[in-house]
Structure formats: structure tokens, C-alpha cells
């Protein structure tokens, strides 16, 4: 039997499950949620990302606009248009693919979507209430991860769990996702002293920290079940792979996932939910 986790089937069933909820919501709202999303310039990978984001909200019948600026906008500027789109009652998802050029403030913008449009959880109101465990959209990589962990069926209650990274987006709300299923969480990072030694005693291991293949088959303990996050180009063929060193990795691990094909999938699939959780948060205020 195959120890790969499957994010692309898991993502799918997520995104079959939203189809079949927006249609009900159209039926007893006579709308469907509506999601823009604002791209700036033309970066190779933001604009393939907003392709896919796009893609996935049509085929669930979410309404979806991109929002195209070159890199030469002011930061006014884009204020300006997400204060269009707060006000727009018929926008329920506001996302502006990141990174921003160097001339806008992200944390700005960011703070400028209204909290109950922000579909990436990102706004300092929602990163709030997640760490209070409070009731509000979650963000999309850590949800997913969480997702599939428990749709292979693995346990995290008692478990100890060790994530590599530290970042906003991936390894400090992940850590308190699971630290919320009763795991007994450490985080790790670039000072981490005697990496190794903290990863061989993880019992789930998770590794966002975008370096190739830099978490080896020696560093995880056999039986482990290994999540990564990591997007890289392998040099030495130009495919994507993960942080992970998977070809080696599989044969340590129970359980594991694939990049692509494995936490990816979910996060798109997550976004999806979010903006459907918020169109439902907003409709029944
Ligand atoms: P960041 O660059 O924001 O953070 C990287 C983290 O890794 C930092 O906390 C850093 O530590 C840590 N780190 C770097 N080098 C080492 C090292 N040698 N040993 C231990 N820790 C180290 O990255 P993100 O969290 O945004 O993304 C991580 C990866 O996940 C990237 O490849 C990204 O593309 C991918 N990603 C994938 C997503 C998906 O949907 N599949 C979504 C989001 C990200 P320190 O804090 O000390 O600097």
C-alpha cells in the first residue's frame, strides 16, 4: 500500500463538497459568493498562482474577478481600489496575491481589507482571533495541512510534532493549529542548535522552510509521518520539489507528502472554503 499522502485527491473532494454547498447557498441566497482577486505586475509564479486560484473558484461556481495593475502602482493607488471593493457589498473575498513590488508596504495593504473579506486570513484581526481561538477564517496552508493529516488518519493528540520554520504564513499558525489538537509542538528554525537531533524526535514532522531537499532521510525518525510545505526548483532538473528529500524520505516515513501533489492542492482548495465561510459569515449578518 502506498504511504503518499494525496493532497490532490483530499483537495478535490474538498472542492467537489464547496460545489455542492454553493449551489444550496444560491438557492436560499440567489447569489453566489464573490471573490477578486488583485494581481500586481507579472511575476512568473504570482501570476501561474492567480491562474489557478481563478480556475478552482469557477469550477466551484464561485464568482471571481482578477484585478490586474502593473508594477508601477502607488500604494495610494491600490488602497484606493481595496477601499472600493470593502465597500462593494457584493465582494465577499478580497485577496492580493503577495509579494507586493518593494515600494508598497504589505503589512499596509494587508491591514487595509476589511477582516470579514479576508479570504487569506492574513489581516492582524484574524491572525488575532485564530491565536485566541476565536471563531474566524483560518489561514489556507496551515488549514490544509491540518486537513490532511486528519484525512490520512493520523493522530495528533499527544502526538509530538516538530515544524521546520517560523514564518507568518506557514509555520507559526501551523504551530498553533496543531498546539489546538492537543500535539505537543516545537518549532524550529535557521538557529535552531542540533537540527537533527530535534527532528528525529518528531512524531509528525513539518518542513516549510523553501530549501531543496534540505531535510534528509537520517533526520527523520522511521514511522514518522512528514508533511512538506517546501516549493523549490530541483537544480538539478528544473521540476518542483519540496524541502523534503522525498525519494529517500519515503522509505523512513509512514506517511508522506508529495510536491508537487500534496500540500499545494490544499491550500488552493482551503482558499476556496474561506471564501465561502466569509460570503456565509456576511450574509447571515
Ligand atoms: P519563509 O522564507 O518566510 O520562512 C522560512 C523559514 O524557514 C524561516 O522561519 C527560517 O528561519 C526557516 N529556515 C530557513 N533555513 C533554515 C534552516 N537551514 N534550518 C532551519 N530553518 C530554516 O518561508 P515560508 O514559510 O513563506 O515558505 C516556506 C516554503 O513553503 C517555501 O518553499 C514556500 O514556497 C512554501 N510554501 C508553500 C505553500 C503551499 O501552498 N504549498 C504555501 C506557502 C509557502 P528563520 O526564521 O530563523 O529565518
Request: charged share 25%; proline share 5%; hydrophobic share 40%.
Amino acid at each position: 500500500m502506498s504511504n503518499i499522502i494525496n493532497g490532490k485527491e483530499v483537495a478535490k473532494a474538498l472542492r467537489e463538497g464547496l460545489a455542492a454547498r454553493v449551489v444550496e447557498l444560491e438557492k436560499i441566497h440567489g447569489r453566489t459568493p464573490n471573490l477578486v482577486v488583485i494581481l500586481v505586475g507579472e511575476d512568473p509564479g504570482s501570476v501561474s498562482y492567480v491562474t489557478g486560484k481563478a480556475k478552482a473558484a469557477t469550477e466551484i461556481g464561485i464568482r471571481n474577478t482578477t484585478i490586474r495593475r502593473p508594477e508601477t502602482i502607488t500604494e495610494e493607488e491600490l488602497l484606493a481600489i481595496i477601499a472600493e471593493l470593502n465597500a462593494d457589498a457584493d465582494v465577499d473575498g478580497i485577496l492580493v496575491q503577495l509579494p507586493l513590488p518593494k515600494h508598497i508596504d504589505e503589512q499596509n495593504v494587508i491591514a487595509a481589507i476589511l477582516p470579514e473579506k479576508d479570504v487569506d486570513a492574513f489581516h492582524p484581526c484574524n491572525v488575532g482571533k485564530m491565536w485566541l481561538k476565536q471563531p474566524t477564517v483560518l489561514p489556507c496552508t496551515p488549514k490544509g495541512i491540518i486537513k490532511l493529516l486528519k484525512e490520512s488518519g493520523t493522530e495528533l493528540s499527544g502526538k509530538n510534532v516538530v515544524v521546520v520554520g517560523r514564518s507568518n504564513i506557514v509555520g507559526q499558525p501551523v504551530s498553533k493549529l496543531l498546539l489546538n489538537e492537543n500535539a505537543t509542538v516545537t518549532i524550529a528554525h535557521s538557529r535552531t542548535a542540533n537540527l537533527k537531533e530535534v527532528t528525529l524526535r518528531a512524531d509528525i514532522l513539518i518542513v516549510a522552510i523553501g530549501k531543496e531537499r534540505f531535510v534528509t532521510a537520517d533526520m527523520i525518525k522511521p514511522g514518522a509521518v512528514v508533511i512538506d510545505v517546501g516549493v523549490n526548483r530541483d537544480s538539478r532538473n528544473g521540476k518542483l520539489c519540496g524541502d523534503v528529500d522525498f525519494e529517500e524520505a519515503q522509505h523512513v516515513a509512514s506517511k508522506i507528502t508529495p510536491v508537487p501533489g500534496g500540500v499545494g492542492p490544499m491550500t488552493i482548495a482551503c482558499l476556496m472554503e474561506n471564501t465561502v465561510e466569509c460570503f456565509e459569515r456576511r450574509i447571515v449578518k
